[in-house]
């Protein structure tokens, strides 16, 4: 119980600092930008030379952006504005032939233009790697109320249908030239209504430590701990099309940390990013997180977690994670049509980590190959929170103690398996401790399980499992077996239930034909 106890200690000091450290920070403070909205040269990769005893001087905690510096707008302003690392210096912004060099230059250049007619103003930034760092730790890319900053052109485009954020990479790099140690406290800085969409984002270091030495202030801004790849407080927030690589935070969320407000992730990969916790994403203060279709790679020490938060995730990947894949507490998550494979964790909760109340609904999701040195090769519940798994797909999963896929232990902690497939996790797939308790129906799991209506004991013929693909093979005993009023619409894949006609249907509700586990058979 020694090492349960101590994790337990670890996040309940979280929970009192977390990204709100900031002692209420918003979106318009914080960190100076390297903006310099009078020069449009290429990024100065001397200015690490500049870097140590003059930063302290160089740094300013306020925003340089001013309003009334804006220059008069059109009403037929076209909204857009180019930056390209490679155009001469000295360009407007209005064209690719004339575009800024700097995105800071870009995204006041497009706040000009909201400000003066409203709604939103978009930012194109042809490829290539913009360094962040100049002459302080705390320069960033700083976004702006309704201004959208789209990566991924050539250069040439006339349409933001046309660029490709994969063959033109557009990247933002906390460094301040390429070999340099110099690194920015946070890469970008969150704004209301603003977009994020196609770069790779790099390089952020949110280390007080390191920053220290440029000046003294740095130490009570606890959220320069937080959020080396992006920092936001209380905005509504939208990335989609990014890569988060390289990352790191002092204390929480290495690539991103989110405190309060609403934010989109889609389509964007997070690898080797490193944080105490939250590696790759960490969000608190009653955060609104949607993610999907994003994938979690390599990180350590809970790839993404979230504290007093509503967390909704379709369509993810988490794999080789070796801190634990996902953590929550006091939060309420659901978690649809998503693979945990490969993860790890010296303590316990290999793929999900649950505790201090709050619920987990997962639904239509793979759990394969997660391991924990301590309990629950998938799930470790903890302190009254529940965990609800419909239609999922245990397998290769295991514990050093205590159960391959999950345990659960204190204050009621509730454990609800439907329609689920248990296989291959060791002896003793779900442990229970103390006032835990667990409900099993309608599912395949290796050993039976007492209690329950539905439940079957037979292998589930998975086509490989071995290799990794975990669809059922004809005569599979989970073919339209399940209880179809528990069934998600749809599985894993996207496929919708399917009567297989040479099965005689053992399921009940409606439809009586849904399969049991992550994937539903298909007509061949």
Not at 396 to 405: K, L, P, T, Y
Request: glycine share 14%; charged share 20%; net charge negative.
């Amino acid at each position: 119980m020694i090492m349960p106890r101590l994790i337990i200690i670890s996040f309940a000091l979280w929970a009192v600092a977390g990204c709100s450290s900031s002692g209420g920070v918003v979106s318009d403070s914080g960190p100076d930008t390297d903006a310099d909205t009078d020069s449009d040269t290429d990024v100065d990769t001397d200015a690490d030379s500049d870097a140590g005893a003059d930063a302290g001087t160089e740094c300013a905690e306020e925003d340089p952006f001013d309003p009334a510096a804006c220059p008069a707008i059109d009403t037929g302003d076209p909204r857009i504005r180019y930056v390209d690392i490679d155009a001469p210096a000295g360009g407007d912004g209005l064209a690719w032939g004339t575009a800024f060099t700097h995105v800071q230059d870009g995204i006041d250049a497009a706040e000009c233009v909201v400000l003066a007619l409203g709604g939103t103003a978009q930012v194109w930034v042809a490829e290539g790697t913009y360094y962040i760092f100049e002459k302080c730790f705390n320069d960033t890319v700083r976004l702006r109320e309704g201004v959208e900053l789209y990566g991924g052109f050539g250069g040439d485009e006339s349409a933001l249908e046309e660029r490709d954020w994969t063959a033109h990479v557009a990247t933002l790099d906390g460094h301040g030239s390429e070999g340099s140690e110099e690194r920015v406290l946070h890469v970008v800085l969150g704004a209301d209504a603003a977009v994020l969409d196609g770069f790779a984002v790099e390089g952020g270091k949110a280390d007080v430590t390191a920053a220290n030495s440029a000046g003294l202030w740095f130490l009570i801004h606890q959220w320069n701990t937080l959020g080396g790849g992006l920092y936001s407080a209380d905005a509504s927030l939208a990335v989609r099309n990014c890569t988060f690589s390289g990352n790191s935070a002092a204390n929480w969320g290495g690539a991103i940390c989110f405190s309060g407000g609403s934010l989109w992730l889609e389509g964007c990969a997070f690898s080797g990013n490193s944080a105490v916790a939250g590696s790759s994403v960490f969000a608190d203060e009653g955060a609104s997180v949607h993610v999907s279709d994003c994938t979690f790679t390599e990180s350590g020490s809970f790839a993404v977690a979230f504290s007093f938060s509503d967390v909704e995730v379709q369509g993810c990947g988490f794999a080789g994670n070796t801190g634990g894949a996902f953590y929550a507490d006091t939060s309420d998550v659901t978690i649809s049509a998503s693979s945990f494979v490969d993860n790890s964790t010296f303590g316990s909760g290999g793929a999900i980590h649950s505790q201090f109340g709050g619920s987990i609904a997962v639904e239509s999701s793979l759990f394969a190959g997660n391991s924990a040195g301590g309990y629950g090769g998938v799930v470790w519940g903890v302190g009254a929170s529940t965990s609800i798994f419909a239609n999922c797909t245990f397998s290769g999963n295991s514990a050093d103690s205590g159960g391959g896929v999950a345990a659960a232990i204190n204050d009621g902690t509730e454990i609800f398996f439907s329609n689920s497939i248990l296989w291959d996790n060791g002896a003793d797939p779900i442990a229970l401790f103390e006032d835990a308790t667990a409900t099993v129906t309608y599912s395949d799991i290796e050993g039976g399980y007492d209690g329950g209506v539905g439940n079957i004991d037979a292998d589930p013929l998975f086509i490989d499992a071995a290799g990794g693909d975990f669809h059922l093979s004809s005569g599979s005993p989970c073919v339209d077996a399940a209880n179809g009023d528990l069934a998600p619409e749809l599985d894993i894949e996207g496929f919708s239930r399917w009567d297989d006609p040479d099965v005689t249907n053992t399921g009940v509700g409606t439809p009586d034909y849904a399969d049991m586990g992550a994937y539903e058979r298909q007509a061949e």
